[in-house]
Structure formats: structure tokens, C-alpha cells
């Protein structure tokens, strides 16, 4: 069988963070199935003819959409700006640059007035090695809001959990590193971190952050610098998803959450449900084997279904239905 033999660039995996998925189960024969797999195979090697691919000369580690402007908000992580795309020519227009650190998740208002910058910044440097390569190094990490309508810019830190979540506790308390935010049907954005889930409004001066009592989350994140062929999935390690009425978000990360006897749950995943009309909030632990991959979540129109790496789940969490043989690659988003 001849397969084209171009395949789309590393980095344009990454714009599948907040992907569509479906899920099949094929039940057919040895040979049918054999046929089908070397048909798929020819639709991954020559995914790149499907769709325009526009260079952003860095790695995506997040998308938001502008519809009234017709423009593509893109964290570049790599760069340390978010590029900005025309949807209606696919061309690259002046980015937002002068970022205090990595942009790691974007959030845009429902009314389309403020775009939320998370600046990841998570820095550990090894002996003799430099926190930051292009600015001093930060202390906390910090988000921006940005006025799209006034073109005001506002960067705040983000608070540290209260209480601290590390035993024993640390002083100063361990940094909130931001890992996945996204805005549902209401005016705060979800946002969760290392140490805690806050919802901030940005409305205020400075933005507004308030703290989620439950659950009490502890999720991994990978540090700065970072060794070479490392990408913003493997960084980040969470994923962020919003139903189509807007009404419930999903997270995907990794780490745990601690039980109402105060110890942690078992299991190396952590699934979040933020229903936005009640504020309920809520997180079940989860292992798998392989884990969860790629780290993409996508949920449904009313929130019913959703899709967590290789698996489909209810609102209940429980398993409708999977991939067959999942290879969880999450740096190639597959």
C-alpha cells in the first residue's frame, strides 16, 4: 500500500488540546480489520493535507477563539507570547509579547472583552543553571487580563493556597502554578493550579481570586528549564474542557485529591466537574494503565458525556467506552 509520506510538524499536534473526539468500537474480521488499520495509517502519515497549517515558529500549549473578531488566540509557550491569527486568512497578525513567563492556558470571556494569560513560570533551575534565559527570575506565577476592548493589561500574581496543601506546611507556602483555566457560561474563569482551584473575575481591579474550599487538589507539574524534546502537554500535565451550552467544565490532570478524612485518594489522575449554574465543584481519582492519553478532554453540548484521554465517561464518572490498544502518547497528542 503507498502512503504520501509527509507528516504535519511536531508542534501542530499541540493544537489538538482542546480537540473533538469520537470514539468507535470496530467489531469485524481479521482481514476487514487489517485493511482498515493500513487505510488509518495513511490518514495519520498524510494528516498534514487535511486543513491549512500556519507556522507559529514555537509550541501551542493552548487555544481560544474569537468569533466576533475573527481571531485565534494561540499560547506559545516556547515563545513567550500568544500569537494572533486571522480565521478568516489564516495569517499571523501582531502577537501579545512582554509576558512575565510562559503562557500556558488562555481563557476568553463569554462576552468577548477580557482574554486571561496564565504565566507558567514554574522554575526550579539545577546547580549553575539559570532560572529564566530571557528575564530575571519570578517568584510566583502570575496571570494577565487583558481588555480587548480598552487594550489595558493587567498582571497579578497568583495567590498561594490557604491553607497550604504541603505536610508539613511551607514558608513561604508553595507557589499556585497555574495549569489549566477556561470561562463557562458565567464571569469568573475556573482556574486550577498546583496547589488549588480558584475562580477569578477579572472585572475587578486587581482581578479577583477566590479560593474553592473542596476539593483539596495536589497536581503535578513539570519544572523549568526542562530537558530538550519536552512539550507543553508533558509540562503542564492538565487538560481543560467546556460543554457546548457553557454550563460545565472538565479537567484532566495529574496528581490527587484529598479525601474528606484529610488523606489523599488513590490513583495517580485527577477528573474535575465545575458545574457553572450551581458552583458545585467536584474531583474523583483515577488509575489506568496506560494513563489517560493523549491528556485531551472534550465534553459534550449539555455536559452529559465526556471524553478523557482514551475514555468516554458520564456525568457520574463511569466508563461508557474506550479506545481499543490506547497508546497514550501525550507529547504527540495521539
Known sequence: MNCPTSAPPLWYSFLTHRSNLSLKRLDVGTTFRTILLGLFSCLAVSAATFGTVVVIGGH????????????????????????????STNTLRSAITGLPGEPGSLALSPDHRYLLVTNYDNCSPAPG?????????????????????????????????????????????????????????????????????????????????????SPAVALTAAPLPTTFGTYPPQILQASIGVSGDQQTIIVLAQ?????????????????????????????????????LGPRVVSVDRHGVNFVAGWSLFNQQYVLLAEYSWPSSLIPQGR
Open 129 to 213: 543553571l539559570s532560572c529564566d534565559f530571557q528575564t530575571q527570575p519570578g517568584t510566583v506565577p502570575q496571570l494577565t487580563v487583558i481588555d480587548l476592548v480598552s487594550n489595558a493589561r493587567q498582571t497579578v500574581n497568583i495567590p498561594p493556597a490557604t491553607p497550604s496543601t504541603t505536610t508539613p506546611p511551607t514558608t513561604p507556602p508553595s507557589p499556585s502554578i497555574p495549569l489549566a483555566m477556561a470561562f463557562g457560561g458565567g464571569s469568573k474563569a475556573l482556574l486550577v493550579t498546583s496547589t488549588a482551584i480558584f475562580l477569578v473575575d477579572p472585572t475587578t481591579k486587581p482581578p479577583t481570586f477566590v479560593q474553592q474550599a
Open 255 to 291: 496528581g490527587s485529591v484529598t479525601t474528606s478524612s484529610g488523606t489523599p485518594a488513590a490513583g495517580t489522575q485527577l477528573i474535575i466537574k465545575y458545574n457553572v449554574a450551581s458552583g458545585a465543584l467536584t474531583a474523583v481519582s483515577d488509575t489506568s494503565t496506560p494513563t
Open 60 to 87: 501551542a500549549s493552548d487555544l481560544a477563539l474569537d468569533e466576533s473578531r475573527g481571531l485565534l488566540y494561540i499560547a506559545n509557550f516556547g515563545g513567550r507570547r500568544v500569537d494572533v491569527m486571522s480565521t
